[in-house]
């Protein structure tokens, strides 16, 4: 949903309260949609030699196979939790970043703040990353929705517009921006996309909603309309070679607070079968690589726990039948997990049914680490939980050609 950055943006014209929102926009979502049309889900097999580039193009439409788990098994349990961790990393990589990758085998990044090096300086960024990552691979992620919350721009980059300008293009010209976007992402080495939006805001809450609504970010209050655009987008990003997250799962239409400053934000409205979830159920039946579960609370759906550690809530993407990562909003800086020992925070999620807990915040991952350690030493079924979630999560890897299954 909204996260915290290490560097600040600050748009001309907009007011302080606005500004300091947008600084800290972005993501904070099994087997993926992949970088080919006519492809389905990313195969766990295959031969892909692991490499940097993001670009590499997934031909197989079969489901996962076990080869991708018997990579997973293959690996220590440390470096099985460390795949379910995305860690946020900043320009010049500090020796908490660097400690997350190497040390605790953290296998993605986000990309933090904003930059505006370009496209081929952002390559040489991320193939410097990669080259701290193991055999594994490291999968890079950025918040790159449009609007006020475009992470990377400068050379080579296009300025995409916000969500709310993107729903007035016809679908088709959607997908067709979209793939020159994810072109420019893929040849800067990012094979993931924490985009786009599939929040539902309705016209009555648009100026209320801080999430999404207030800022732009979201295609509309029709659910049809805002399926479409969801659609078209993650379209768009599959035939340029990234794969995308959709976010922020069940949905933050209905909610007024932003999760990263408010303790708790609940939803009293949307249910299981609320029309505000077609757009994430469509884009399960497109076959998106990811989905991001929210840490707001959905009253009429598990009144005691955020979305990210309800089985309840995640169940329902179970229920449609997904097979990609459930990917977290963050664990890390967000003020609505303040109250929860950091050590509980992978663990839950993952209990819950997640595969990959984002945390903005590096200095935490080694206690995100041993909670994840210490639960599956002590229980054997969340340790095989926790190889699901790293299976999972090297499935769409290999897709991109990061990591050899094989």
């Known amino acids: 949903m909204i996260r915290r950055s290490r560097r600040t943006l600050a748009p001309?014209?907009?007011?302080?309260?606005?500004?300091?929102a947008v600084a800290v926009a972005g993501c904070t979502a099994a087997t993926p949609l992949v970088p080919t049309p006519s492809s389905s889900l990313p195969t766990a097999s295959g031969t892909a030699s692991p490499s940097h580039a993001a670009s590499v193009t997934p031909t197989s439409a079969e489901p996962p196979v076990p080869t991708c788990r018997a990579t997973a098994e293959g690996l220590s349990l440390r470096e099985r939790a460390g795949q379910l961790l995305m860690v946020g990393v900043s320009g010049t990589l500090d020796a908490a970043e660097r400690k997350a990758i190497t040390t605790y085998h953290a296998g993605s990044v986000i990309l933090m703040g904003s930059s505006s090096e370009g496209v081929k300086r952002t390559a040489t960024r991320t193939a410097a990353l990669a080259k701290l990552a193991g055999e594994t691979g490291l999968l890079v992620a950025v918040d790159q929705e449009g609007g006020l919350v475009q992470r990377l721009t400068g050379p080579g980059f296009t300025t995409i517009p916000s969500a709310a300008k993107q729903a007035k293009l016809s679908?088709?010209?959607?997908?067709?921006?979209?793939?020159?976007?994810a072109e420019e992402l893929a040849a800067a080495g990012v094979p993931l996309n924490l985009a786009p939006v599939a929040d539902v805001v309705p016209a009555a809450k648009q100026?209320?909603?801080?999430?999404?609504?207030?800022?732009?970010?979201?295609?509309?209050?029709?659910p049809e309309v805002v399926s479409a655009k969801v659609t078209a987008f993650a379209d768009g990003m599959r035939a340029g070679g990234v794969s995308s997250a959709v976010k922020h799962f069940p949905g933050l239409g209905e909610v007024t607070g932003n999760t990263d400053f408010v303790a708790r934000v609940v939803d009293n409205v949307t249910t299981a079968t609320s029309p505000g979830l077609a757009p994430f159920r469509?884009?399960?039946e497109a076959e998106v690589a990811a989905v991001m579960v929210s840490s707001a609370y959905y009253a009429r759906i598990d009144a005691r726990r955020p979305a990210l550690f309800s089985p309840k809530v995640i169940g329902i993407l179970g229920e449609w039948g997904f097979k990609g990562v459930v990917v977290s909003d963050d664990v890390g800086a967000a003020r609505a997990l303040r109250g929860v020992p950091v050590s509980r925070r992978a663990r839950d999620f993952v209990a819950a049914g997640g595969d990959l807990a984002i945390t903005v915040t590096p200095g935490l991952v080694p206690s995100l680490a041993a909670g994840l350690i210490k639960a599956a030493e002590a229980d054997p079924e969340f340790d095989e939980r926790v190889t699901q979630a790293a299976t999972t999560v090297l499935a769409l890897k290999r897709a991109h050609g990061l990591v050899d299954c094989g």
């Open 12 to 20: 001309a014209g907009v007011g302080l309260a606005l500004a300091l």
């Open 207 to 222: 100026s209320t909603n801080q999430p999404v609504g207030r800022l732009g970010r979201g295609y509309g209050s029709q």
């Open 171 to 181: 679908d088709e010209a959607l997908r067709s921006r979209s793939q020159r976007w």
């Open 282 to 284: 469509d884009a399960v």
